[in-house]
Every structure is written in C-alpha cells, then in structure tokens.
C-alpha cells in the first residue's frame, strides 16, 4: 500500500507523546529507547522533544512533508501505535490533519491510500499454487 505518511512526520512535531513508563527499554527489552525519553510525570514518560512549546521528537529524522520518517519505528511506543492518519481506515481524522495544516500541508484524502496493486506500473508478482491440505485421520 501506498503510505502518505512516509515522508509526512507532521504528527510527530505537533503532538506531545507520553507513555507508559515501563514501555522504555531500560523495562521492556525492545522498548522505546530511554535515552530518548524524558519523566513527564512518575508514571509517564515522553518521547524528548515534544514536552515543549514547538514540539519535534527526536526520533524524527529529516524534512516534515519532504522526507520524514521514525528512526525508532519498530520500537515506538503505544502512543504512536495508536496515532491513525487520515483516511487510513476510510475515516477522516481531525487530530492529523490538524498536525498536517500546522507544517502548511493539505489534508490527506481518500485517494492518497491507494494499494501498490492497483499502479500500473508495478509488476505482479504470479500468485503461487495453493498446497492441498492434510487431512488427519482418527487413529
């Protein structure tokens, strides 16, 4: 699938992102990073960056709306798990484009999620034969 948010990044330099604390790796092996993180609150932590006026987490690497993506993706937290751009489930969402028109960037539309089946461009891969199923017999 063709995904608008690559590149985009608005969200992460619009919203404060806090979470769970136990989410960090010093908790959770394969967790957020704690080095990137900051106490918001005993039992919360922030991705560094976004607990301010002008928020831009640290994760994020490069231009908003040119070629922004996570360094930390795999390991994100919850918080942004949870982020839902618009349209990616067929519903506009507020929250991104709010974060989108902040960085002088039009709302994402319907059309922007388009699956990579439907390009012309790209070549099919041949589907590959089914396997018949086993049948197991009662003993």
Request: glycine share 8%; proline share 10%.
């Amino acid at each position: 699938m063709n995904n608008p948010c690559l590149g985009c990044g608005a969200c992460c330099a619009y919203y404060r992102c806090t979470f769970y604390w136990r989410e960090a790796d010093d908790e959770t092996p394969g967790g957020v990073p704690v080095g990137l993180t900051e106490d918001a609150t005993p039992f919360r932590r922030a991705m560094s960056g976004t607990n301010q006026n002008d928020p831009r987490c640290v994760a994020l690497v490069g231009e908003i709306g040119v070629s922004a993506h996570c360094s930390i993706y795999a390991c994100r937290s919850t918080t942004c798990r949870a982020f839902v751009p618009s349209y990616f489930d067929g519903q506009r969402h507020e929250e991104c484009d709010k974060a989108r028109m902040k960085h002088g960037l039009a709302p994402l539309r319907p059309e922007e999620w388009t699956p990579e089946r439907d390009d012309p461009k790209k070549p099919r891969r041949p589907r590959r034969p089914r396997r018949p199923r086993r049948i197991r017999r009662a003993a």
